[in-house]
């Protein structure tokens, strides 16, 4: 039994160790990290599009879109939006249905550490992660992976492919209405069509286009750092 249990704890902290040596090897800008969604698909052998695109290749409308979407104070946070994360905990104890509190980082990590799925379990290894996540990544590295690793269709990864797939074009010459309604897309993938959008869906993406528009200081450390 002592070996037993010796071995499980063992397999436990190499389990837990992967993020802690991964993580700053992915602020390597020549890595191109993969989700564990991606790595399902292909050794599932299901079909999968996926294009990495540098941060710089993307419209800066792009990048504002999704940050104006999916975490708004992406940029004064440091891995959790704790003003968020009181917000949904009040409303769990008060028994009220509880929104999402997930930032960029959390479901950059959830991507590429964890699963899918609503559990306290994975909700408590993402806090940590995303904190680590943040400490040692830059924003725009962080905005970088997740833009290139989060699914956007069935089988459709990062937003190289998912510009492609829905308006035929590179996420470089994206404009400011399609990629509110990519942005929009993202909660929902599997349910959300960018391209054939419903009304709720138009709704939420006039109203992303225009707080992208207005986002002035709040996306600062999501623009690139002038050469002197």
């Known amino acids: 039994m002592r070996r037993l249990f010796a071995r499980a704890l063992l397999a436990i902290l190499l389990i837990a160790a992967i993020p802690l040596v991964l993580v700053p090897v992915y602020a390597v800008p020549a890595v191109h990290p993969v989700s564990?969604?991606?790595?399902?698909?292909?050794?599932s052998f299901r079909p999968m599009l996926r294009e990495w695109v540098a941060?710089?290749?993307?419209?800066?409308?792009?990048?504002?879109?999704?940050?104006?979407?999916?975490?708004?104070?992406f940029c004064r946070h440091r891995g959790i939006d704790w003003g968020e994360m009181r917000a949904v905990v009040k409303e769990a104890l008060a028994g009220e249905e509880t929104r999402g509190?997930?930032?960029?980082?959390?479901?950059?990590?959830?991507?590429?550490?964890?699963?899918?799925?609503?559990?306290?379990?994975?909700?408590?290894?993402e806090a940590p992660l995303a904190l680590y996540a943040d400490a040692v990544l830059s924003k725009r590295r962080i905005m970088?992976?997740?833009?290139?690793?989060v699914e956007w269709d069935t089988g459709v990864y990062g937003i190289g492919?998912?510009?492609?797939?829905?308006?035929?074009?590179p996420a470089s010459e994206l404009n400011a209405r399609q990629a509110a309604l990519l942005?929009?897309?993202?909660?929902?993938?599997?349910?959300?069509?960018?391209?054939d959008p419903s009304?709720?869906?138009d709704r939420l993406a006039r109203r992303v286009e225009r707080l992208a528009s207005r986002s002035g200081d709040y996306v600062g450390c999501l623009k690139p750092a002038k050469v002197s």
């Open 144 to 149: 970088e992976i997740y833009l290139n690793i």
């Open 101 to 125: 509190a997930s930032t960029i980082p959390m479901q950059m990590v959830k991507n590429l550490f964890l699963w899918n799925g609503r559990s306290y379990l994975r909700k408590g290894l």
């Open 161 to 169: 492919a998912a510009s492609q797939h829905y308006f035929g074009r």
């Open 36 to 43: 564990t969604l991606m790595l399902a698909d292909h050794f």
């Open 55 to 73: 941060i710089d290749d993307v419209a800066p409308v792009m990048v504002y879109s999704v940050m104006m979407s999916e975490d708004g104070q």
């Open 183 to 195: 942005a929009v897309t993202l909660p929902a993938p599997g349910t959300r069509s960018p391209a």
């Open 199 to 201: 009304k709720s869906l």
